[in-house]
Structure formats: structure tokens, C-alpha cells
């Protein structure tokens, strides 16, 4: 059964280009959510296998999100994503428990790399 | 990645972007203190320079990327907002604008070297010579760090081969071996074009000392952190895990090209080089130090451990001064109103024209089903196309409803404009908006922008004062525009009002009478309305020299002739010493209408009902000739009467018995015309004519009727200007 996948980022314009690219590769994205609060409350209803994680976004950023998530669900399974310059943001998120970082603008290949290997 | 189709995606959500950056901003300048408005601002630009990342725009990615590194300073305290720094953030969301839109149109954008200059001094300057403030930037060397990648196989053996060991080291190997773990050498190689390496690094070592204790690395920590190496990097490690189970949990790790795993026998443990780098002493980051490594504490006296855990996690995490405030500050501000969060989809205008369409063909079969279901007068039929009656009733009210889009978008770019003209006219104006939620047709909303611009610029300009001019009126200092929309009926009135000096009765009396629009000889004096009425003739136009904000020759006619042309209608009341207030009524929706409908000359024709005045039946000796023109008498008015068929070019109707006239009204001018007879009023969907038919004068579109029958629609502009 294909991976079920959540994308979380704050533009529309991004989650239309992951998701992409992630269904091209055979994932299914079951679920989008434009901020942090979205993307704890979707997590919680959808269990997506795996989660593509936005840092900067409104009303809850992607740390404090990955934080929460973690906290009711330990196994879940985080990438997330940054953007140049946001080095010490990354560093926080996974040390929160993400299990990976794609760095944007994204590369087709590493955001599949990035699944596939979050997903082992 | 191809990203062309997400393009009109990407524009509108950057403009969307650029927006909440312009409102922000003029928020800011009230309030410069206001963190939240700083925060919303860099994330807006963050966003911007992914996006644009993503799509290949990399000059609006750069710039925007210069903008976010002030903004990012502006909101954690490291400089403070002043006029300066306002203004150069206007100029910047102006240039990013125009770059935005340059580089969607595929033209070069234009050079920002300058801009970006400024952009730096404000943020050298304000950094001075303090320290403590690199750590805000080092970021930014990502973006070049990889550019240089030379003369990889010499360095990268000089590498591996400088993992060298001390004295220290080796007790610690020998202590390891003793509680029976195994020490590796591990040699990693990134990938190619790696991202912030530092923070890959990271991850290695964060899965690594999930197995182990990292005793040593090359380069050091620092440099591993500073991103001071190409593509290579080794450790030591001690752990329980056999090689292999290294080996695959480093696999496991994105963008790692190669991961060597060898036993410490094959280490270089005899050639001691007393490198500096390698003693691990170096790293200041260690101070922070976090959690001791379990496994071989029993060195653990004197300070001498802070060597063995050269890049711990926890060691390496950069001082969180940033990473951490930051995200708890974006946690915690309450968002306004969530502008991005909301859930909206984006569709094409033209999908959205396409469904309205056929909604509206299916209310025109609804309507021929109801009439056939009334001839047959069945219980159960009624019954059944009652219910497809309201259905497609409420179906058209949601379609509709789709077309509706608050005022907003267009009264958004008001307060930044208004603000511009009245800092150049010198003048102290607020505007304030209400009613902005207001919804109205979407076609309406992209063209009524430019008559209001128009008005509010002659507010800025003709009907406010001068600060000093308003103090020795006994007015506030700060004019006030107020602009707003809101419901009557199926119109919205959308009203702008401002607390100037009102239109200057005088100079339009001169003005006027110099156009040869007033009888020079008149002596009474000239109303205010009357004034207001002036102003709105063809040609009229106040400014007395043309400046770029009113004045360009279009007058108040050209505002007149937009909302004309929207079916709506324009009121301007003035009070001299007090102020201005113009009335725009339009309706809600274009693309349902009230016509009238009239025969001529067998074919039924639909007149847009807000035109006609009245209709009358008249005998034809009431029909008088004046300069071989056919007239009639209204209420003491002389009406011109034309033919409508005539005016089509189809036959005439016969002048015998009652005639049947309808009065249209046109921009003030009133005409009769002569239909066949009256079939009466009722709504109608508009339907534009093919292209292949092109503009055809006198024809604003065709309609079907309940029957199926095709009735055109008549633009009366164009009708009368034939005949002119």
C-alpha cells in the first residue's frame, strides 16, 4: 500500500509543488495543512505514515508542531523543511525528533530520497 | 523540478504575499514597536524567497532573500524601526513588486545592486563593531559554500590521514576495549551539491551517538560546523555495534554518498602531528557542553574530557540565541487574522466563467420545464419540477456566489497609495476603510479600482488642506478619507467621504465658463451641486496644472462613464469648509440582469431596465416634426423618436393606432423609441456573443428566453451614438 504522506507549509504554492513531485513517486498525500495548529489536528485524524514539515509558518511554526506531535505520537515520522539560513532552526527541529531536512528550493530526487529513507 | 504549470499559482500567492507585506508596513509605521507586524512581515518575505527558489527565479529570490535578513534583524531588537529604515522598506516591497511582475512577464528585472547596498549599510551601520551578530548571517554562506569545490582527491587523503591520535585517545580506545565495545574509523562522504552540510553532519552525528560515543572527528567540530571542508569527514566512534550495523545506520542518513567503516587497527595511531585543529581544543562550542558520553566516563576527571566529546549534539547545536527565540516568538504571537491560514482554493476565472454559464443555461431550462409541467398539471410532476425549480434556484445563488469577491482586493492598495500622494503633497491624511468584506461581482471588482483611484487622488489632492490651512480652519491637523462599502438591496453603495474644503465652487464657475460649458453672462450664483454636476461633463477636468497625481485630463466624466458602463450610477455632494462625499451605486452582479422586453419587428430584444424611464402609448399626431426630425413632448421636454427596428435596420414599424415608446435614459440624454409592442420585465442571463460576431454597435450581448427563442441585448451607448 502506498505511503501516506501530510505536507505541511504555509503557501499554497509549495504543498501543490511537493505534493508533486511525492505522488509522482507512487505516495499518496492524504492531507495538507497551511500552519502548525493544522498540521498537529490533521496528524491526529489522518496518521500519516510520514510528514513533510514547513519550519516558518503562522500561528504555529513547524518546531513547536514537531514537538507536539511527538509528544502523542513518538514513532512519528518528520522531515522537515527550511530554507537557506535557517541552519540553527533546522538543528532544533531535529533534535525535536524530525527525522530528516530537505532545504528549498527543493530537489525532486532529494525529497524522494528524503521518503524513502525516513520511511526504512 | 518543471515548475511551469505552478506559475499563475506562484503569482498570485506572491502577490498575495507582497500585499500582507504593504499592509504590514503601513501598520509598522504607526506602531513601530510591534514585533508581531515584524514577524508576519519576515515570514511573508521567507516564504517569497522559497517559492521563488523553487519556480528559478533567482533574482527575486536574492532580493527578497536581503530584504528577509533586514526584516530578520528588525524583529529580534538588533535594529530599531525609524523613518529611514520605513522608507527603504517601501522602496524595497516596491522594487520587489516590480521585479515580481518583470520576471512573470519573462523581462529582465531591473538592477537592485543599489538598493541592496542600502539594504546592507543600514544593517552594517546599526551592527558596528559589536560581536555576537555574526551568528545571524553565518547562514547566508550556504549559498556559496559549495561554488568551491577544487583539487578534492589531494585534500580529501590529507584528510583522513590527519584523524590522528593522542595519548589520551588511545587510553580511552584501550579502556573501550577493555568493557568490550569496538572503535571504528568512519569516513563519510556527502553527496554532491549537499545542503547545509553542517546540519547534514549534524545528523550523522546525532543517529551515531545513538549507537556510541564520537571521540574524535576531522575536521574539528568547529570547522564542521563552519562548513570548512568539501565533501569528507571522518570520526571515531566506540560503540557496541558491529561495523555493519554502523555502516547501514549511516546509509540510512540522506544525502551520503559513501560511508567507509574500518577497524581501528587500520587507524593512524603512531604518527602524532601536533595540528592544532586536531587537538580538539579548539572548539568553543563545547562549553555548552551536553550530556557526557555514558560509555567511557572513567577518564572523567579534569577538564581533559572536553576533548573526547569533540561534536556531541548537544555540543554542536549553535548558540540557540536565534534558532530559539525565534520559534517560540512565531509560536506564541497571536495572528491577526489568518490571511494564509484560511482554506481557500484557487481556480482559474475561466472554470469559474464556464460553471456560471451553464448554470445559467440550466435556469433557462428550468424555466421551459416549468412552463411544459404547468400544461400538464399532473400531482406528482408538480411536485417534482417544483423541487428542480428550487434546486436549481439555490444552485444558482452558490454559482453566483462564486463570482462574488470582497471589495477588499480592490480597496487593499488604497492606504499605501494614499499615504504616497500625501506625503508628496505634504498633507497629514488617514484613511480609514470600512466594510471591506463587502462582496461583490468579480468583474465589477476589477474595474472599479481605477474611477476610485481617481477619486481618492482628488480627495488627497483638491479636497483636503494643508496642515496649516486646516489649523487656521479649526480642523484637525490630519484630514480624514473615509471609504467604505456596503449591501442595499441587489446594489452596493460604495461611498468615499472626506473632510476637506469641499469642491471649489469658484474655480469650476471659471473653469467652466471658460469651456464654454456655463453661459459667461449668467448671474446667479452657482450651487454647490450644480458645481459637483459640472465637474462630471466631458471634458472637465480641475487640476490646474497637470501633476502626476489628478488631473491627466481625465476628468470625473471618465469616472462617470466606468460605473456607467457597470450599470451603476455616481452622486457627488459637497459642503464648502466641510468636505466631499461621492456616492458610486452598482449592482451586485453583471451577469444576471432586469431587462425590459420589447419587440421589434417580430424579434424580441431585452433593454437593461435602469435605463428605461418609462414606456407610453402614443397616437401618431402626437408625433411633431422639428428639423425633419420625429419628436414628441414629455412633461415640456422634447424627446427625440426614433425607430428601434429602424435604428437595427429592419423595417420600420407602421405608424397607425396606439404606438407603443419606450423612454430610455442615457447618460442624461433621454430618447423614445418605437417597438412593436412590450412583452414585459424579467431577469436574464447574460451571454456574451461569440468573437466570430465581434462588437456589434447597439448589441451588449443575447439572452435566452424562457421558450428557447435567442433575444439580443441592446447597449444603448453605442444604439444612440449610431443614430447621433
Not at chain 1, 513533510?52 to 514537538?67: E, F, S, V
Not at chain 2, 557526557?292 to 554542536?316: C, R, V
Not at chain 2, 505634504?426 to 472599479?448: A, P
Request: with cysteine; hydrophobic share 40%; glycine share 8%.
Amino acid at each position: 500500500m502506498a505511503q501516506k504522506v501530510l505536507i505541511v507549509d504555509d503557501t499554497a504554492f509549495m504543498r501543490m509543488t511537493l505534493k508533486n513531485v511525492i505522488e509522482k513517486s507512487g505516495y499518496e498525500v492524504i492531507g495538507e495543512a497551511g500552519d502548525g495548529e493544522d498540521a498537529v489536528s490533521q496528524y491526529k485524524e489522518l496518521q500519516p505514515d510520514l510528514v513533510t514539515m514547513d519550519i516558518t509558518m503562522p500561528k504555529m511554526d513547524g518546531i513547536t508542531a514537531i514537538k507536539e506531535i511527538k509528544q502523542s505520537h513518538p514513532d512519528a515520522k518528520i522531515i522537515v523543511c527550511s530554507a537557506m539560513g535557517q541552519k540553527p532552526m533546522v538543528i532544533e527541529a531535529l533534535n525535536a525528533g524530525a527525522k530528516d531536512f530537505l532545504v528549498k528550493p527543493f530537489d525532486a530526487e532529494r525529497v524522494i530520497e528524503a521518503l524513502k529513507k525516513a520511511e526504512a | 523540478m518543471d515548475t511551469s504549470d505552478f506559475k499563475e499559482v506562484f503569482a498570485a500567492e506572491a502577490r498575495d504575499y507582497l500585499q500582507s507585506l504593504n499592509e504590514n508596513l503601513l501598520a509598522l509605521e504607526t506602531n513601530p514597536d510591534d514585533i508581531g507586524l515584524l514577524d508576519d512581515m519576515f515570514r511573508a518575505a521567507h516564504s517569497l524567497k522559497g517559492m521563488a527558489g523553487t519556480m528559478g527565479f533567482s533574482a527575486l529570490a536574492d532580493f527578497t532573500h536581503h530584504m528577509e535578513n533586514l526584516l530578520d534583524r528588525l524583529r529580534n531588537g538588533e535594529i530599531q524601526v525609524n523613518t529611514e529604515v520605513a522608507n527603504l522598506l517601501f522602496e524595497a516591497v516596491d522594487t520587489l513588486e516590480a521585479i515580481l511582475e518583470q520576471t512573470l512577464a519573462e523581462e529582465a528585472p531591473d538592477d537592485t545592486t543599489n538598493l541592496v547596498a542600502r539594504l546592507s549599510s543600514i544593517q552594517d551601520r546599526a551592527q558596528g563593531g559589536s560581536d555576537g551578530i555574526t551568528a545571524t548571517t553565518t547562514g547566508d554562506s550556504d549559498t556559496t559554500v559549495h561554488s568551491a569545490v577544487p583539487e578534492l582527491g589531494d585534500r580529501e587523503t590529507v584528510t583522513s590521514r590527519k584523524l590522528v591520535l593522542d595519548e589520551f585517545d588511545k587510553e580511552t580506545l584501550k579502556q573501550a576495549k577493555e568493557q568490550g565495545l569496538s572503535s571504528y574509523r568512519v569516513t563519510v562522504t556527502l553527496k554532491d551539491n549537499t545542503l547545509l552540510k553542517s546540519v547534514r553532519v549534524y545528523t550523522v552525528f546525532q543517529a551515531l551517538e545513538e549507537l556510541g560515543s564520537i571521540l574524535k572527528c576531522f575536521p574539528s567540530a568547529q570547522d564542521l560546523e563552519d562548513e570548512n571542508f568539501e565533501r569528507e569527514f571522518s570520526l571515531l566512534l566506540t560503540t557496541h555495534a558491529d561495523a555493519d550495523e554502523v555502516q547501514s545506520v549511516i546509509e540510512g542518513i540522506s544525502e551520503i554518498e559513501s560511508v567507509l567503516v574500518a577497524e581501528p587497527s587500520q587507524l593512524h595511531l603512531t604518527q602524532r602531528e601536533q595540528g592544532t585543529e586536531t587537538d580538539g581544543q579548539g572548539p568553543t562550542a563545547l562549553e555548552n557542553a551536553g550530556p557526557e558520553p555514558s560509555l567511557i566516563n572513567s577518564q572523567g576527571d579534569g577538564d581533559e574530557d572536553s576533548n573526547s566529546n569533540g561534536l556531541s549534539p548537544a555540543a554542536d547545536v549553535p548558540s540557540p540565541q536565534k534558532g530559539g527565540d525565534n520559534s517560540s516568538g512565531n509560536g506564541s504571537s497571536p495572528q491577526k487574522k489568518g490571511r494564509f491560514g484560511d482554506k481557500f482554493v484557487r481556480v482559474e476565472t475561466d472554470r469559474l466563467d464556464k460553471l456560471i454559464n451553464l448554470v445559467g443555461e440550466l435556469v433557462i431550462n428550468r424555466t421551459q420545464i416549468v412552463e411544459m409541467g404547468q400544461q400538464f398539471d399532473d400531482g406528482d410532476d408538480q411536485n417534482t419540477i417544483g423541487q428542480l425549480d428550487r434546486i436549481t434556484t439555490d444552485l444558482q445563488y452558490a454559482a453566483m456566489k462564486l463570482r462574488m469577491v470582497p471589495i477588499k482586493q480592490v480597496f487593499d492598495r488604497f492606504p499605501r497609495m494614499v499615504r504616497d500622494i500625501a506625503q508628496s503633497r505634504e498633507k497629514h491624511v488617514q484613511l480609514e476603510l470600512f466594510g471591506t468584506d463587502t462582496e461583490l461581482d468579480r468583474t465589477i471588482v476589477n474595474q472599479i479600482g481605477d474611477p476610485l483611484v481617481h477619486l481618492l487622488r482628488n480627495s488627497v489632492d483638491h479636497g483636503i488642506e494643508s496642515p496649516s490651512e486646516r489649523i487656521k480652519a479649526g480642523k484637525p491637523e490630519v484630514g480624514t478619507i473615509r471609504l467604505g462599502a456596503r449591501h442595499e438591496g441587489s446594489h452596493i453603495l460604495i461611498e468615499l467621504s472626506d473632510d476637506g474644503q469641499g469642491v471649489d465652487v469658484e474655480a469650476i464657475r471659471k473653469k467652466a465658463t471658460a469651456k464654454g460649458l456655463l453661459d459667461p453672462e449668467r448671474s446667479s450664483p452657482l450651487q454647490p451641486d450644480e458645481a459637483v454636476r459640472l465637474l462630471f461633463e466631458p471634458g472637465f477636468s480641475t487640476a490646474e496644472s497637470v501633476s502626476d497625481l489628478s488631473g491627466r485630463g481625465v476628468g470625473m466624466d471618465a469616472v462617470k462613464a466606468v460605473v456607467e458602463s457597470l450599470s451603476g450610477t455616481v452622486e457627488m455632494h459637497s459642503k464648502p469648509g466641510q468636505g466631499t462625499r461621492t456616492t458610486i451605486k452598482l449592482p451586485l452582479t453583471l451577469a444576471i440582469i432586469k431587462a425590459l422586453l420589447v419587440r421589434a419587428d417580430g424579434t424580441p430584444y431585452a433593454i437593461p431596465i435602469q435605463v428605461v424611464r418609462e414606456n407610453l402609448l402614443i397616437k401618431p399626431e402626437q408625433i411633431k416634426t422639428v428639423r425633419q426630425k420625429k419628436v414628441i413632448m414629455r412633461r415640456g421636454e422634447v424627446l427625440p423618436l426614433l425607430d428601434l427596428a429602424e435604428c437595427l435596420g429592419w423595417r420600420p414599424a407602421e405608424i397607425d393606432g396606439a404606438i407603443s415608446v419606450i423612454v430610455v435614459d442615457v447618460r442624461g440624454e433621454k430618447i423614445a423609441f418605437i417597438v412593436d409592442d412590450l412583452i414585459g420585465q424579467q431577469e436574464i442571463v447574460i451571454k456574451s456573443l461569440s468573437d466570430l460576431l465581434g462588437d456589434i454597435p447597439g448589441i451588449a450581448g443575447a439572452t435566452v428566453l424562457g421558450n428557447g427563442q435567442v433575444a439580443l441585448i441592446l447597449d444603448n451607448s453605442t444604439l444612440i451614438r449610431q443614430e447621433g
